[in-house]
């Protein structure tokens, strides 16, 4: 049994793992993410890397980044709470330091690939996964295969236009509004708080203490949400749409938008519209970084 070295990078901490190739997570750590450079971030990788070894025959190492991670080149495109990671090569530099094969995907790519191989998606070959977090993320499978498109954007969800422009050039995305992020800042505007105050719990919190303001809120937030899950599976009908992030665990979340999506199919009636929660919390990413190594690295066999 091979055993591989699993890293989730994220703009706050780092999830690393050993993991059996079976998925099978042997142990797990979380460190905060550096700050002062990508010579800290390959510095840390290799060290942690380098502890496994003395403990386990490492095969190989996964990723799960954010950003537009071109997964042939091994560059990362686009903007992320992590400036240094877009410019050099991750891959290169981290195969030069520990002469070990290296893979990096997109989190919530690898979020969606834990899914197809062992989750909520594994009976399915079109499904799509929606991340819900600060923003919106996603990913897009058809025939059991990720989409990355053209540009590396497919499965950015959360850029979709969804209300009215208010004299802007864009208007509201559906991160914007349909968020973590957009109802907290939907909340704090509605309150007059400073939304730096406020995060998911309290809002939810403020809800159940019968403000009917914040109740108002999260019913539009889930339409909102709704209107978006509406709109994708018009466009691409897959066989399976999936939520993940951590408002997804919000109990009565999903039976919530399910019956607003049941309210909105009016006389469309061959289409039942539903929405399931992604089955791996927190261990996502871990397992689809996985997933997207082995996938890899067995083509090139």
């Known amino acids: 049994m091979n055993n591989y070295a699993v890293f989730d990078t994220g703009g706050s901490s780092i999830k690393y793992a050993v993991m059996e190739e079976t998925g099978q997570v042997i142990e797990k750590f979380s460190i905060p993410t550096p700050k002062d450079g990508i010579s800290s971030f390959v510095h840390t990788i290799e060290t942690i890397v380098k502890d496994f070894q003395t403990r386990y025959v490492i095969s190989g190492i996964a990723l799960s980044m954010p950003g537009a991670v071109d997964v042939e080149s091994g560059y990362i495109k ?16 981290l195969e030069e330091k520990l002469n070990l094969p290296v893979e990096l995907e997109n989190d919530a790519n690898c979020a969606g690939l834990a899914e197809g ?3 909520a998606a594994k009976d399915v070959n079109d499904y799509i996964c929606i991340v819900i977090g600060t923003g919106i993320g996603g990913s897009l499978f058809l025939d059991k295969k990720i989409r990355h498109g053209a540009n590396l954007f497919a499965g950015e969800f959360g850029y979709m236009i969804l209300e009215d422009f208010h004299n802007q ?3 509201e995305t559906w991160s914007s509004l349909a968020a973590t992020g957009g109802l907290i800042k939907q909340v704090a ?3 007059n708080m400073d939304p730096e105050i406020l995060d998911g719990k309290k809002v939810f919190a403020m809800a159940e203490q019968d403000d009917k303001e914040v109740q108002e809120e999260i019913e539009k937030f889930i339409k909102r949400l709704a209107v978006g899950i509406y709109n994708l599976q018009y466009i691409i009908d897959p066989e399976k749409i999936l939520i993940g992030g951590a408002i997804s665990n919000r109990e009565g979340l999903i039976e919530n938008i399910n019956e607003k999506l049941k309210q909105m199919r009016a006389d469309q009636h061959c289409l039942e ?11 996502s990413n871990l397992i689809g970084a996985l997933y997207h190594f082995l996938q890899r690295n067995s083509s090139r066999k």
């Open 117 to 119: 191989w062992l989750g």
């Open 78 to 93: 686009g903007v992320t709470a992590i400036p240094y990671l877009h410019g050099p090569n991750i891959r290169k530099l």
């Open 189 to 191: 505007k509605r309150k």
């Open 169 to 171: 050039p864009i208007g």
């Open 273 to 283: 519209i539903q929405v399931e929660k992604c089955q791996f919390g927190n261990d």
